[in-house]
């Protein structure tokens, strides 16, 4: 009697089950389908009422935050470049009222048969697939920032990881120097400032081990090869970087821990922003040192205000020029380099006001 009862409330189960699968999948299918169907009558649309020029080939670009002022900077780079090789080229998704995943709007482009596509690729598996969906379908695809070399991208265009690693080995000596000179001075009575130093290094979580451990190495290499000297404790933190609330969460709690780190190192500009305003909120400016990453403009005020230590600031424009060079140069020759650096360049109290001064003359154009 039980195993009837069993069986029938299993054939119960199995009509529900059904009812919210298919349901789920057809919506699901329907947003893609309405996703492409809206881009490509704003691309239609964007060519008409930008001008009557006829492109040579469409090409689009897919981040994870569209919005930031780092890929908006890349995207001005592409654009420019793009202008001069009669390429027109789209932040895909900027335009559209649903928030797409990196992932949907890659199927998006894929399935609009765009000409090139420019990704945030990051190494997960489902971006894998997709990257190689694009290279079967004949559309070339240039990964940013974060690579994805197990796939079939044509090329890379990024910075040295281990370079940034060393420069960040070098500012961690410049702040021991500077915390050096305070304790001279007398306004700081850590006697054991020259001998010792917590590091703790805020990774996205997304980003590819591979990725983090090239950044540490170099950042290793600095401290042994620069000054044998220094013993240091060096921990990471990862950071989920999916939204504003979530990164705040993060660093919130490294502030909050009860021994907090002497040098706090970013590598991306949105943790650079919460680190600082954590350091404010906590009042620990001066005793925490963060060496950020990107030049906007509140890290060059937050550095200017010592605030922040120092930052690291990528050639935006000429990483978005360099995925624009390298899909037309694929498209033209079917190869391309498989890796384009863009330069880094070190912001901190000694130049800092050379970038103030580069913002008050854009601003003032």
């Known amino acids: 009697m039980d195993n009837k009862n069993e069986s029938n409330l299993n054939a119960h189960q199995r009509p529900r089950a059904a009812g919210i699968i298919i349901p ?56 420019k470049t793009a202008q001069e090789k009669n390429v027109f080229v789209e932040l895909l998704g900027s335009n559209l009222s649903y928030d797409y995943t990196c992932e949907e709007l890659m199927e998006i482009a894929v399935s609009s048969h765009v000409d090139g596509i420019m990704v ?3 190494d997960p598996e489902r971006m894998t697939e997709l990257i190689d969906d694009a290279a ?54 850590d006697a054991d400032v020259e001998l010792s130093v917590g590091i703790t290094v805020l990774v996205d979580m997304k980003m590819p081990s591979y990725d983090q451990n090239v950044i540490m190495s170099g950042l290793k290499d600095s401290l042994t090869w620069e000054n044998t000297d220094i013993e240091y404790a060096i921990q990471t933190v990862a950071v989920d970087n999916s939204n504003p609330f979530s990164v705040e969460e993060s660093i919130r709690d490294v502030f909050m821990e009860e ?20 350091a404010i909120d906590y009042n620990k400016v001066g005793s925490v040192y963060i060496l950020g990453y990107y030049d906007s403009d509140k890290i060059i005020n937050a550095i200017n205000r010592n605030v922040v230590f120092s930052s690291l600031a990528i050639d935006t424009e000429e990483m978005g020029s360099f995925c624009i060079e390298a899909l037309e140069e694929y498209n033209e020759s079917g ?31």
């Open 136 to 189: 079967n379908a004949g559309i070339p695809v240039v990964t940013m920032y974060s690579d994805n070399p197990n796939s079939r991208r044509c090329s890379f265009v990024g910075v040295s990881g281990y370079n940034m690693g060393r420069e960040y080995g070098r500012q961690v000596l410049n702040v021991l120097s500077d915390k050096r000179r305070l304790s001279y001075s007398g306004r700081s009575t």
């Open 24 to 79: 789920t999948v057809i919506f699901a299918l329907a947003i893609l389908t309405v996703g492409v169907l809206l881009y490509r009558f704003y691309m239609v649309r964007s060519g008409q009422d930008h001008d009557d020029n006829t492109y040579d080939r469409y090409y689009v670009m897919i981040t994870d935050d569209i919005k930031s002022s780092f890929w908006q900077s890349v995207y001005s780079g592409a654009l």
């Open 120 to 122: 945030y690729g990051g």
């Open 335 to 365: 190869n391309t380099s498989q890796y384009f650096t863009a330069d880094i360049t070190l912001i901190d109290k000694n130049n800092v006001s050379d970038f103030i001064a580069r913002e008050e003359e854009d601003d003032a154009k």
């Open 259 to 278: 021994d907090i780190p002497d040098i706090l190192i970013c590598l991306n500009e949105l943790d650079t922003t919460c680190a600082y305003q954590a």
